[in-house]
């Protein structure tokens, strides 16, 4: 039986983990793609809108002809308004004529793809269209693009929306997001160590009730995490019963003599646990409901606002820090007496 288990269900049980962790990349992966792809469409279409605009504030500067010294200042004026694009002025055929851009800057196409520039004029930018980034080889990035009658010829403004110093910015946010994921491992480290606590309660019940017959420590790290998802199931009290069954049904393929009963005794434990919790809560109800009444009609002093709003030149003063400390120590010394006078 030993064998058997070693061999099928440990094999089981490593197939379902291994399936539980690929789903949850999956999971993450697909997430994160299309929160990319609708910031990117919203960001379009509440854009659409912007070259538009800007055509129509140069036009009369290109009249006779393209200029690009005519068009510089006026260009330079709406980018600082928003730094985060960039603006390229095309021909027809999609050649740069002009950028403004950052004075570091380097773009690296002389041309871009028209056809997604004519796509997004004749749609009006309902949909998300991305469009070549001249500031990158092979990349492509959501725009904003409208036509530009320059004299006799006819050519586009053609808007980035997400510029390299959005890029910058972004990187720095994905940055505080990755260190914001070591909380999240740290997260799940606890959830799997208390899981592993729970394991090892069952399999302490087991041996207090059954003593020497109980199936081993690794077995049970095996089957009862696939005994507790099955509480997931919405029926009362945990699944009361079917989590039973279940443990019932598995446990006795290793020889457990009433994993049932040993589940129940687990119950037991928590729900007794919880009990102690609520009376340990009513027996102090009296003393939570004075210190509440207390704060809220101002007989427990509240700390200084001082504390909470505090200047720059008092916290870099050592007379404003050395004041402000005092306060504090203060303040916590009559939230103390008040508490061990009520105790």
Same mark, same amino acid.
């Given at each position: 039986?030993?064998?058997?288990?070693?061999?099928?269900?440990?094999?089981?049980?490593?197939?379902?983990?291994? #399936?539980?962790?690929?789903?949850?990349?999956?999971?993450?992966?697909?997430?994160?793609?299309?929160?990319?792809?609708?910031?990117?469409?919203?960001?379009?279409?509440?854009?659409?809108?912007?070259?538009?605009?800007?055509?129509a504030e140069i036009q009369p500067m290109v009249a006779g002809g393209f200029d690009e010294s005519r068009v510089r200042g006026a260009i330079h004026y709406m980018m600082v308004l928003n730094p985060m694009v960039e603006i390229y002025l095309l021909d027809a055929q999609g050649k740069i004529l002009a950028y403004f851009t950052g004075p570091s800057d380097r773009v690296l196409r002389s041309s871009v793809?028209?056809?997604?520039?004519?796509?997004?004029?004749?749609?009006?930018?309902?949909?998300?269209?991305?469009?070549?980034?001249?500031?990158?080889?092979?990349?492509?990035?959501?725009?904003?693009?409208?036509?530009?009658?320059?004299?006799?010829?006819?050519?586009?403004?053609?808007?980035?929306?997400?510029?390299?110093?959005?890029?910058?910015?972004?990187?720095?946010?994905?940055?505080?997001?990755? #260190?914001?994921?070591?909380?999240?491992?740290?997260?799940?480290?606890?959830?799997?160590?208390?899981?592993?606590?729970?394991?090892?309660?069952?399999?302490?019940?087991?041996?207090?009730?059954?003593?020497?017959?109980?199936?081993?420590?690794?077995?049970?790290?095996?089957?009862?995490?696939?005994?507790?998802?099955?509480?997931?199931?919405?029926?009362?009290?945990?699944?009361?019963?079917?989590?039973?069954?279940?443990?019932?049904?598995?446990?006795?393929?290793?020889?457990?003599?009433?994993?049932?009963?040993?589940?129940?005794?687990?119950?037991?434990?928590?729900?007794?646990?919880?009990?102690?919790?609520?009376?340990?809560?009513?027996?102090?109800?009296?003393?939570?409901?004075?210190?509440?009444?207390?704060?809220?009609?101002?007989?427990?002093?509240?700390?200084?606002?001082?504390?909470?709003?505090?200047?720059?030149?008092?916290?870099?003063?050592?007379?404003?820090?050395?004041?402000?400390?005092?306060?504090?120590?203060?303040?916590?010394?009559?939230?103390?007496?008040?508490?061990?006078?009520?105790?």
């Amino acid at each position: 039986m030993r064998q058997i288990f070693r061999s099928f269900y440990a094999r089981i049980s490593s197939i379902f983990l291994l #399936l539980i962790v690929v789903l949850g990349l999956g999971w993450v992966g697909i997430a994160f793609n299309s929160a990319r792809q609708l910031f990117s469409e919203v960001e379009q279409v509440l854009n659409r809108e912007y070259a538009r605009s800007i055509a129509a504030e140069i036009q009369p500067m290109v009249a006779g002809g393209f200029d690009e010294s005519r068009v510089r200042g006026a260009i330079h004026y709406m980018m600082v308004l928003n730094p985060m694009v960039e603006i390229y002025l095309l021909d027809a055929q999609g050649k740069i004529l002009a950028y403004f851009t950052g004075p570091s800057d380097r773009v690296l196409r002389s041309s871009v793809n028209m056809k997604p520039v004519r796509k997004f004029v004749d749609s009006g930018g309902e949909r998300l269209i991305l469009g070549d980034d001249p500031r990158s080889t092979g990349g492509t990035k959501p725009f904003s693009a409208a036509p530009l009658a320059m004299g006799d010829a006819t050519g586009y403004v053609y808007i980035i929306l997400g510029g390299e110093r959005y890029d910058a910015t972004l990187r720095m946010i994905r940055q505080s997001y990755i #260190l914001r994921a070591g909380v999240v491992a740290g997260a799940l480290t606890l959830a799997i160590f208390g899981h592993g606590l729970s394991v090892f309660d069952f399999y302490l019940v087991s041996r207090m009730l059954f003593q020497s017959e109980v199936p081993s420590l690794g077995q049970h790290y095996v089957l009862v995490p696939l005994v507790y998802f099955t509480t997931a199931v919405p029926l009362p009290f945990g699944a009361l019963g079917l989590s039973e069954e279940v443990s019932e049904q598995l446990f006795r393929l290793v020889g457990h003599p009433g994993s049932a009963l040993a589940l129940m005794g687990v119950r037991i434990l928590m729900y007794g646990g919880g009990l102690i919790s609520v009376g340990f809560y009513l027996a102090n109800l009296r003393q939570v409901r004075e210190l509440t009444d207390q704060s809220s009609d101002g007989s427990l002093a509240p700390v200084d606002a001082k504390l909470l709003v505090i200047s720059l030149s008092s916290v870099t003063a050592p007379a404003g820090r050395c004041r402000c400390l005092d306060q504090l120590t203060r303040q916590t010394k009559r939230l103390l007496d008040f508490y061990l006078i009520k105790k």
